[in-house]
């Protein structure tokens, strides 16, 4: 039986992947006897093979990880309060700009950074495509991850965002629903970010127990992340509790003080309890909570469909 739902929840997440990104019907010809939907999408295919060879093996793994999580302190720093001089969102400024690497949120990302930044400069794209692109080929690798969508053509053109725009594991509700909208997302949106999570481990909130995963599951896109930080904590994975974390369900597991807060926060409690009880809702809000982010700070309608060229999660 337990195969058998994993089977429709697989069948599913298929279904709302197409529903999201609609193949075009005038297809063109790309090289090695591939297909896109618009010229400008051709060489993503290059870079897509050279990126699951050389950055993620083609597996569910840190590097991965570090991915998202670049694409997610790049295009959060934007604020509609700062203006343009807080930070342009997507656009690429934490490969262009070496202090972002110096910010607290950033610490651990270096390598990965310079990796990425390398293999854009290398197929002549823009760091902010390259960002978004290698977050949604990495994300494929996870099992049943949905497919993200993927628009090419930012500039390439940034200022080096402000420091403190990426919310910190230790901030409270109040300061991360409040950093949340300031950048343009709505509570139940912050949630549906955090499906992230789901795939998440720990590197520095506590470094003696580097790699713990977020959830029972890091390898696999799902909503028991949601499950377990509903639980009550009464463990932490290391000796003691560091700053930004909370008292875990397992002792296998980290905690972020932020993820339980939002848990049980009146504003993000219902929305953190729905994704616990619906796993297709959870994929398919992450999905379109991924899009909105992707184009934080761009002029979306400029941009070029490619989602085509992001691979789906192998079945």
């Given at each position: 039986?337990?195969?058998?739902?994993?089977?429709?929840?697989?069948?599913?997440?298929?279904?709302?992947?197409?529903m999201a990104a609609p193949p075009s019907p005038n297809r063109v010809r790309c090289s090695a006897g591939r297909e896109a939907?618009?010229?400008?999408?051709?060489?993503?295919?290059?870079?897509?093979?050279?990126?699951?060879?050389?950055?993620?093996?083609?597996?569910?793994?840190?590097?991965?990880?570090?991915?998202?999580?670049?694409?997610?302190?790049?295009?959060?720093?934007?604020?509609?309060?700062?203006?343009?001089?807080?930070?342009?969102?997507?656009?690429?400024?934490?490969?262009?700009?070496?202090?972002?690497?110096?910010?607290?949120?950033?610490?651990?990302?270096?390598?990965?950074?310079?990796?990425?930044?390398?293999?854009?400069?290398?197929?002549?794209?823009?760091?902010?495509?390259?960002?978004?692109?290698?977050?949604?080929?990495?994300?494929?690798?996870?099992?049943?991850?949905?497919?993200?969508?993927?628009?090419?053509?930012?500039?390439?053109?940034?200022?080096?965002?402000?420091?403190?725009?990426?919310?910190?594991?230790?901030?409270?509700?109040?300061?991360?629903?409040?950093?949340?909208?300031?950048?343009?997302?709505?509570?139940?949106?912050?949630?549906?970010?955090?499906?992230?999570?789901?795939?998440?481990?720990?590197?520095?909130?506590?470094?003696?127990?580097?790699?713990?995963?977020?959830?029972?599951?890091?390898?696999?896109?799902?909503?028991?992340?949601?499950?377990?930080?509903?639980?009550?904590?009464?463990?932490?994975?290391?000796?003691?509790?560091?700053?930004?974390?909370?008292?875990?369900?397992?002792?296998?597991?980290?905690?972020?003080?932020?993820?339980?807060?939002?848990?049980?926060?009146?504003?993000?409690?219902?929305?953190?309890?729905?994704?616990?009880?619906?796993?297709?809702?959870?994929?398919?809000?992450?999905?379109?909570?991924?899009?909105?982010?992707?184009?934080?700070?761009q002029d979306a309608a400029s941009l070029v469909d490619c989602t085509d060229v992001v691979p789906r999660w192998r079945t």
């Open positions: 039986m337990h195969n058998l739902i994993k089977v429709i929840y697989i069948l599913i997440i298929a279904t709302v992947a197409a939907g618009h010229p400008e999408c051709c060489k993503w295919f290059d870079v897509r093979e050279e990126i699951q060879d050389r950055l993620f093996n083609r597996s569910c793994g840190a590097d991965v990880r570090k991915s998202i999580r670049i694409q997610w302190h790049d295009a959060n720093a934007f604020s509609h309060t700062g203006g343009l001089k807080s930070g342009g969102g997507a656009d690429g400024s934490i490969l262009a700009h070496a202090i972002e690497l110096a910010y607290p949120a950033n610490v651990g990302l270096s390598d990965i950074v310079e990796r990425q930044g390398a293999l854009a400069l290398k197929h002549s794209v823009s760091f902010g495509d390259f960002i978004q692109f290698a977050s949604a080929v990495g994300l494929s690798n996870c099992e049943g991850a949905p497919r993200l969508t993927f628009l090419a053509g930012r500039p390439n053109a940034s200022r080096a965002a402000d420091d403190g725009l990426v919310p910190a594991p230790w901030h409270s509700a109040d300061t991360l629903s409040a950093r949340m909208a300031d950048a343009g997302f709505a509570p139940h949106e912050l949630v549906a970010l955090l499906a992230g999570h789901s795939v998440a481990t720990q590197q520095t909130v506590d470094a003696s127990v580097a790699g713990t995963p977020l959830d029972s599951t890091p390898r696999t896109f799902d909503n028991a992340f949601f499950v377990e930080t509903q639980a009550r904590g009464t463990v932490c994975p290391g000796a003691a509790l560091h700053k930004g974390e909370a008292l875990s369900s397992s002792p296998h597991e980290l905690r972020l003080q932020s993820d339980g807060a939002l848990a049980r926060d009146p504003r993000t409690a219902p929305t953190w309890k729905r994704f616990a009880e619906d796993q297709v809702e959870m994929a398919r809000q992450f999905a379109n909570a991924m899009a909105k982010l992707s184009v934080v700070g």
